[in-house]
């Protein structure tokens, strides 16, 4: 029989054991009742095997582990044993129901070696039980904020380059004098009035595709011809009377951010220069924007704002045969 060293806990009627198994070996003794596959009996959701390779692969690279718990039951034909901290089962297939981290169970398919799994084996429940366990376990827990993630990727050592110039302005911009949106910017969760660190990423990553931000010389030049660009854009919005929709709306920010390489090169091209009144001068159009009447916060929403502002500081040109 199948063993491994555990501790038994009980409480609350319930007993289980915490071991850790190797992936492979459990995962031949394991089956899952997905909802569409078994209409009657089943609840889980159907395996993205796309899923499991991501996490073989993020095992295999660096021979990581997962530190979280596989969480199964049981059967009866489990035959399941605990003498002196060691839990021993029959080894049998569908031996053990799993009820939580069936992608992480099974990319033991597709890793190139074995691994510990750290399992939570619950014993004798029923069927009912199962699922109401299965379902406290996918709406009691709350998912750590996706800001709070990226405020600490520096630290986990998994920053990309992109990651890390985002953090760079952003810190830059919710700290310094010169910046529009100093106090304005909340690094590790959502909060109402304030821009998250993912509404920031999500707005200015395009800057980081496109040329003209990039093509400032170092990132010192590129914080203050971002900064002298909400300058602009948050004097434009004051004088156009625009009370809603200011730079800490998402649609709006985005909507400016879509325009930044026009209005900068347009900026250049008729001053030599970057400064804030330069690029107010171009983007002074919009003083008569209706900014407020611009609903909605969805990609469709945003684009038809950039649009047309677009439009306003930089109307189509008719070719007349004067021209040719």
Known sequence: MPS???????YNGYTFYSAPIMGKE?????????RKEQARRGFQRTLDVRRCREIARYLDAD???IPTNIIISAQENADLRFDRGTLSWAGTERSFLV???QHRLFAMDYTQHDYPLLVAVYA???PQQEVRLFTDI???QRGVPTALLLDIKQLAGTETSQEELLRHLFDFLSTDRSSPLKGLLSPAEARKGLISRVTFNSAVKPLLEGRMLLSAGSLN???ALLANYLTAADRVLTASGATRNRLTNSTTLHAFMEIFDDVVTMTLDRDGKARADDLTKTLEPLIEFDFD???GSNRPARAKLANDMRAMIAPAVTITDEML
């Open 293 to 295: 009447a611009y609903t």
């Open 4 to 10: 491994a060293a555990a501790s038994r806990q009980s």
């Open 221 to 223: 030049v590129q914080k």
């Open 26 to 34: 459990l995962l031949a003794s394991c089956f899952v009742r997905r």
């Open 63 to 65: 021979r990581l582990s």
């Open 99 to 101: 009820l939580d981290g």
């Open 124 to 126: 004798d429940l029923t």
């Open 138 to 140: 996918n709406t009691k």
